[in-house]
């Protein structure tokens, strides 16, 4: 054979660098699958890219996955995904990097970690809901026990990749709901567009449908996806968190040490949740009745408060905006005092909003329908008021707001239950760049959302500085708009198209009962469909529950822009 191939077991080998022309004869080998661990252009542009040794796999009758990653990746969550993928996969497995080793150490990590079976090398145990979300990785940690097995899948290769620098015509920033979305639209319109996606997570999230989960409407593990299954075919996966931005040059810099250069770039990385911004929430969670739907392993622990809960004080708080879906607070009420309701127990429940803010929504047309739900519910509502502590173990949560003297003061407050929203910011690599404003958000025009003072640059979703509210719905719209904007710039053509502000947050006020509250910029009312859009309506319920989550994997994250164009 033209590459050398070194067995492990019967079920799984390792090789370097991989060619086209090697498929055809790794399939006449027996091997079944073949996995490329090496990333593109670390050797160089002589290396053959994943692209065309991919091409040459599958017209070889081979699947073929991509899973590029530097030795200074290596994670127990990178291992985990490797067990999953070879698990998963029709044997034998030829996997290949630069030399082999970086292959062959990650499996014998997964092995050691006793991730896979070693008679038939199925998946043992990976969990598929992590505790913590795509804007939480950071703060993963790694089981004690499993530090050995990490570290010697990382020490391989060193120096193959670590300083290296790559390039791509569109860099991405964030695998969230908007890069993904951006890159299947820029790969939609041109299919040989040189995309790439940094994205240190392995999973993939549906958050908006965590409310739902929370009042037992929905399976948690319906919400997450391996990241492999939404990348884009013809994207460019990129394991790496990263560091800081150097725009002048056009260049960012992972954490590794890898600098990447662009000709486009696009920041969408998400929201920064500051769980440890509350003293004692950090401990507190997921025990003695604190919870929060903004995370998925956590939004189970709420419907088990829920249902267990017949009597007795339940607190709901929201910090102050901008936050992911500002609406999501209420939701978590809602729901859970419509299961009270239901179950007759709701007078016995004494239900307080504390929101930190001075109003109860952003769009003053939807007030009035809200409070009523609120009464409907006989829910407190404090405004001003804002969580700054928690005991657990004591249920006792403080407050500060606004005194009679227009001093702040502490109030304590006791409860059964406690349902919290972390304060949000932009991530610190966002924050402490060039590219932030005053506020640390990705400088941007509202209307173009290209970036002010770096023409190749824009921004998307969350972590941009444009006063939409921060949804799904607003980034589904936003994608259209950045995708033939970026296009129009590579053309040297004016920007055809401008963002007006459009969000969406779809309000559950009861089970089976939804305001779809749909706005623009300056709270302007634009409603998909006929009607007073601040009623509750059943068919918005029925949307949210099975409509939304399909558009979201079919139609959102595979290119598809269906009522998705915003006006020229």
Same mark, same amino acid.
């Given at each position: 054979?033209?590459?050398?191939?070194?067995?492990?077991?019967?079920?799984?080998?390792?090789?370097?660098?991989?060619?086209?022309?090697?498929?055809?004869?790794?399939?006449?080998?027996?091997?079944?699958?073949?996995?490329?661990?090496?990333?593109?252009?670390?050797?160089?542009?002589?290396?053959?890219?994943?692209?065309?040794?991919?091409?040459?796999?599958?017209?070889?009758?081979?699947?073929?996955?991509?899973?590029?990653?530097?030795?200074?990746?290596?994670?127990?969550?990178?291992?985990?995904?490797?067990?999953?993928?070879?698990?998963?996969?029709?044997?034998?497995?030829?996997?290949?990097?630069?030399?082999?080793?970086?292959?062959? +150490?990650?499996?014998?990590?997964?092995?050691?970690?006793?991730? /896979?079976?070693?008679?038939?090398?199925?998946?043992?145990?990976?969990?598929?809901?992590?505790?913590?979300?795509?804007?939480?990785?950071?703060?993963?940690?790694?089981?004690?026990?499993?530090?050995?097995?990490?570290?010697?899948?990382?020490?391989?290769?060193?120096?193959?990749?670590?300083?290296?620098?790559?390039?791509?015509?569109?860099?991405?920033?964030?695998?969230?709901?908007?890069?993904?979305?951006?890159?299947?639209?820029?790969?939609?319109?041109?299919?040989?567009?040189?995309?790439?996606?940094?994205?240190?997570?392995?999973?993939?999230?549906?958050?908006?449908?965590?409310?739902?989960?929370?009042?037992? =409407?929905?399976?948690?593990?319906?919400?997450?996806? +391996?990241?492999?299954?939404?990348?884009?075919?013809?994207?460019?996966?990129? %394991?790496?968190?990263?560091?800081?931005?150097?725009? =002048?040059?056009?260049?960012?810099?992972?954490?590794?040490? =890898?600098?990447?250069?662009?000709?486009?770039?696009?920041?969408?990385?998400?929201?920064?949740?500051?769980?440890?911004?509350?003293?004692?929430?950090?401990?507190?969670?997921?025990? +003695?009745?604190?919870?929060?739907?903004?995370?998925?392993? /956590?939004?189970?622990?709420?419907?088990?408060?829920?249902?267990?809960?017949?009597?007795?004080?339940?607190?709901?708080?929201?910090?102050?905006?901008?936050?992911?879906?500002?609406?999501?607070?209420?939701? *978590?009420? @809602?729901?859970?005092?419509?299961?009270?309701?239901?179950?007759?127990?709701?007078?016995?429940?004494?239900?307080?909003?504390? +929101?930190?803010?001075?109003?109860?929504?952003?769009?003053?047309?939807?007030?009035?329908?809200?409070?009523?739900?609120?009464?409907?519910?006989?829910?407190? $509502?404090?405004?001003?008021?804002?969580?700054?502590?928690?005991?657990?173990? *004591?249920?006792?949560?403080?407050? =500060?707001?606004?005194?009679?003297?227009?001093?702040?003061?502490?109030?304590?407050?006791?409860?059964?239950?406690?349902?919290?929203?972390?304060?949000?910011?932009?991530?610190?690599?966002?924050?402490?760049?060039?590219?932030?404003?005053?506020?640390?958000?990705?400088?941007?025009?509202?209307?173009?959302?290209?970036?002010? %003072?770096?023409?190749?640059?824009?921004?998307?979703?969350? *972590?941009?500085?444009?006063?939409?509210?921060?949804?799904?719905?607003?980034?589904?719209?936003?994608?259209?708009?950045?995708?033939?904007?970026?296009?129009? $710039?590579?053309?040297?053509?004016?920007?055809?198209? *401008?963002?007006?502000?459009?969000?969406?947050?779809?309000?559950? $006020?009861?089970?089976?009962?939804?305001?779809?509250?749909?706005?623009?910029?300056?709270?302007?009312?634009?409603?998909? #469909?006929?009607?007073?859009?601040?009623?509750?309506?059943?068919?918005?319920? @029925?949307?949210?529950?099975?409509? #939304?989550?399909? /558009?979201?994997?079919?139609?959102?994250?595979?290119?598809?822009?269906?009522?998705?164009?915003?006006?020229?």
């Amino acid at each position: 054979m033209g590459i050398s191939i070194t067995a492990h077991s019967p079920l799984f080998a390792t090789a370097p660098q991989a060619s086209p022309e090697d498929m055809a004869l790794v399939a006449q080998e027996g091997f079944k699958t073949v996995i490329n661990n090496r990333p593109d252009y670390e050797g160089g542009s002589d290396q053959p890219t994943a692209d065309a040794v991919g091409e040459a796999a599958r017209a070889a009758g081979l699947n073929y996955i991509a899973q590029p990653f530097s030795p200074s990746q290596v994670t127990q969550a990178l291992v985990e995904e490797f067990a999953a993928l070879v698990g998963q996969a029709e044997k034998p497995v030829l996997a290949f990097c630069r030399t082999g080793t970086r292959s062959t +150490n990650i499996f014998q990590a997964a092995m050691a970690m006793g991730l /896979l079976n070693p008679h038939d090398l199925t998946l043992v145990n990976v969990p598929a809901v992590s505790s913590a979300s795509t804007d939480d990785v950071a703060t993963q940690k790694k089981s004690p026990d499993l530090t050995a097995s990490v570290a010697q899948a990382s020490a391989v290769d060193k120096g193959a990749g670590e300083s290296a620098q790559r390039h791509h015509d569109v860099v991405i920033v964030g695998g969230g709901s908007g890069g993904i979305a951006l890159a299947a639209s820029l790969l939609k319109r041109q299919p040989n567009l040189d995309v790439a996606i940094i994205e240190p997570s392995d999973r993939h999230f549906y958050q908006p449908a965590w409310t739902l989960v929370g009042a037992g =409407e929905f399976d948690v593990q319906k919400t997450v996806r +391996n990241m492999h299954a939404v990348m884009p075919a013809k994207a460019k996966w990129i %394991r790496a968190a990263v560091a800081s931005f150097q725009p =002048e040059n056009s260049q960012l810099t992972c954490e590794g040490g =890898e600098v990447v250069t662009y000709q486009q770039l696009v920041v969408a990385p998400g929201l920064a949740l500051l769980w440890d911004a509350i003293p004692g929430l950090v401990d507190a969670l997921g025990k +003695n009745g604190v919870t929060s739907n903004y995370r998925a392993d /956590l939004a189970p622990y709420t419907w088990e408060c829920v249902k267990s809960l017949k009597a007795g004080v339940a607190l709901f708080t929201q910090p102050m905006v901008p936050i992911k879906c500002a609406g999501a607070p209420q939701k *978590a009420l @809602y729901l859970s005092a419509a299961h009270w309701q239901k179950r007759a127990c709701l007078n016995n429940i004494h239900i307080e909003f504390h +929101n930190a803010g001075g109003a109860l929504f952003s769009v003053a047309d939807f007030i009035p329908n809200l409070m009523k739900q609120m009464q409907t519910y006989n829910a407190e $509502v404090n405004l001003g008021s804002n969580l700054v502590a928690v005991d657990g173990v *004591a249920k006792k949560a403080w407050f =500060e707001r606004k005194g009679a003297d227009g001093h702040p003061e502490r109030i304590e407050k006791s409860f059964d239950m406690l349902h919290v929203v972390p304060p949000q910011q932009p991530h610190a690599f966002v924050k402490n760049s060039p590219l932030a404003n005053a506020d640390g958000w990705v400088e941007v025009d509202q209307v173009t959302l290209r970036h002010t %003072r770096f023409p190749n640059v824009f921004g998307l979703g969350d *972590a941009m500085s444009a006063p939409n509210s921060k949804t799904a719905a607003a980034i589904r719209k936003q994608v259209v708009v950045l995708a033939e904007n970026l296009l129009a $710039v590579r053309m040297n053509r004016p920007l055809p198209m *401008a963002y007006d502000g459009y969000s969406a947050c779809p309000i559950t $006020v009861g089970n089976g009962k939804l305001i779809l509250a749909e706005f623009g910029y300056n709270g302007k009312l634009m409603p998909t #469909f006929g009607g007073d859009p601040t009623m509750p309506r059943a068919s918005g319920w @029925y949307m949210k529950k099975f409509l #939304f989550p399909f /558009l979201y994997w079919h139609l959102m994250l595979k290119g598809h822009e269906w009522l998705a164009r915003p006006k020229k």
